[in-house]
């Protein structure tokens, strides 16, 4: 009687709500079958997902697992619904978060994964202070020109040899997070450095897997099935422990007049009255830049290189402009951008290309809205899909090649592009957009500026992503020529 009973409910819970975004025909238990978003962790699913845009509209839904969700595709879908009104600020649950990291999560609250006031507080706490500390400004372009040293020593040491950029990236942009939160850089070889790097990885394979996604559709089922996804509290928790001792470290010479990092200035606020500001939501911040900040910058560098090799006309246009405009006795510097239109350009056209958070991150309705005329009750989870403005034809002059006059007019000066998005769009756009933004232009013009990259002989670069939390290049070796100095 009870299994009837389950599986009358699930029938009726299978039916699409009068006046919601069509889609293809949901099954109980399982959801949507056609277009396979079953397959939940491959790269199939940012295209079918997109696929299903030319039969559905600009606006569908699907039943993934025992919920409904809708994507928005198209700039003008997306536009309307992140960036009018504030009714998609919020993100859903995810019980991979609330339920199997109940020590870390409950209670706690960061950036990415609150809603409401906490969110509001924190992520404005965070802006200001990341600016505070030089996003934007020269002191923080310092830094990030002193960490290409130390990586270009690295690559030199390879002496034109082959060798996998994958660990080099991951090292000077994490740097870049430790000087803004921790106040100071690892040499590359510290162990905590690295431990802290294994772990991020550890955790975020465990993210992307089936095993996660499972968790989030089916909570009740996988919290009794062993598996991989039970390891992620233990993975979370070392590395909160990593940011609390540094944490502690801090508080022994902390001088709150002289604020020195992320740290300290979230050390001062918490002296103030406001509830919001704990030791605990401290750790969670630096979790989340860390988290967010480091292997999204670090694919895409990883992008910028396999893509010079794949178009070396590219790559020596590139290196000429900065040639001419920057020359070769000094390090480029975010006041050239604007004298460097081809460059800027092929960042942008790598960024578009690379498209490594093809789906956004998801959000939620906070209230019954209308989007794309369809009625979305509250509570139901969204999906920006990214690539379907980053890819669409109707935007993009050819949008599946690597085009950098996509972002140029016929003079040669750099446009500005509406469907530029993989930043995402509204009050929840990415946080460290300009952070990353400083860093892509500084370590890419660097790069280009002091060596010729290319594929080891007989090898041609594969331009095949891989899903993960982003989509990235698939691993692979390089060979860097010291240009002249
Ligand atoms: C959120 C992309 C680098 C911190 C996001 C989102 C996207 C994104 C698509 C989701 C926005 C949404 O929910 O609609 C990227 C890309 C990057 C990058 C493509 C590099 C190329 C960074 C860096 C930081 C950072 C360097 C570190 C400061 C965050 C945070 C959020 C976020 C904290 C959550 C914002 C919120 O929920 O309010 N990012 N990101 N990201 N990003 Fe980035």
Not at 261 to 270: A, Q, T, V
Not at 286 to 304: I, K, M, P, Q, Y
Request: neutral net charge.
């Amino acid at each position: 009687f009870a299994l009837v009973l389950l599986l009358t409910a699930e029938c009726l819970r299978a039916r699409r709500p009068r006046s919601f975004p069509p889609g293809p025909r949901a099954f109980p238990l399982v959801g949507n079958i056609e277009g396979a978003p079953v397959c939940f962790s491959s790269h199939s699913l940012v295209l079918c997902l997109w696929q299903l845009s030319e039969k559905y509209g600009k606006v569908y839904s699907l039943k993934m697992g025992p919920s409904w969700t809708v994507v928005l595709n198209g700039l003008s879908a997306l536009q309307e619904g992140l960036t009018k009104g504030d009714h998609l600020n919020d993100r859903p649950e995810f019980p991979i978060h609330s339920d199997v990291l109940p020590d870390l999560g409950k209670d706690r609250f960061s950036i990415i994964f609150s809603n409401g006031h906490m969110w509001k507080q924190q992520r404005r706490f965070a802006l200001f202070t990341l600016k505070y500390f030089g996003v934007g400004k020269k002191s923080l372009e310092f830094s990030i020109l002193d960490e290409f040293m130390y990586i270009s020593k690295e690559i030199a040491n390879h002496k034109g040899k082959p060798f996998n950029p994958h660990l080099i990236m991951n090292n000077a942009v994490s740097n870049i997070i430790c000087s803004l939160v921790f106040g100071h850089r690892f040499e590359y070889g510290n162990e905590k450095f690295l431990k802290m790097m294994k772990l991020f990885d550890k955790g975020s394979q465990i993210e992307a897997s089936i095993w996660a996604q499972l968790y989030n559709a089916f909570p009740v089922l996988m919290r009794r099935l062993p598996g991989p996804h039970h390891a992620l509290q233990n993975i979370y928790g070392e590395i909160m422990d990593l940011i609390k001792t540094e944490v502690n470290q801090h508080k022994e010479d902390w001088n709150p007049s002289e604020p020195r990092d992320f740290i300290d200035c979230y050390l001062n606020e918490i002296q103030k009255v406001d509830a919001g500001f704990n030791e605990d939501n401290l750790v969670m911040c630096g979790f989340d830049l860390f988290g967010a900040g480091s292997h999204t910058t670090s694919v895409t560098l990883r992008w910028a290189l396999l893509y010079m090799t794949k178009y070396p006309e590219v790559q020596a246009k590139v290196q000429a402009e900065i040639d001419e405009v920057v020359g070769t006795s000094r390090q480029p510097s975010m006041e050239d951008r604007a004298d460097l239109p081809y460059t800027d350009a092929v960042i942008h056209e790598i960024q578009r290309m690379g498209n490594i958070v093809p789906l956004s991150l998801p959000h939620v309705t906070t209230r019954d809205i209308r989007l794309g005329g369809y009625k979305i009750p509250k509570g139901v989870t969204i999906i920006p899909n990214l690539t379907s403005v980053l890819f669409d034809k109707n935007e993009w002059e050819t949008p599946d090649a690597f085009n950098p006059g996509h972002f140029l007019n016929p003079e040669g000066k750099f446009v500005k592009r509406a469907a530029f998005i993989p930043f995402s769009a509204g009050k929840r756009v990415c946080l460290g957009e300009n952070l990353a933004r400083m860093e892509l232009f500084l370590f890419f013009t660097s790069f280009m500026q002091r060596f010729s990259f290319s594929t080891p002989p007989g090898v041609e670069p594969v331009l095949k992503p891989r899903f993960g939390v982003t989509l990235s290049p698939p691993p692979f070796e390089i060979c860097a020529t010291p240009r002249k100095e």
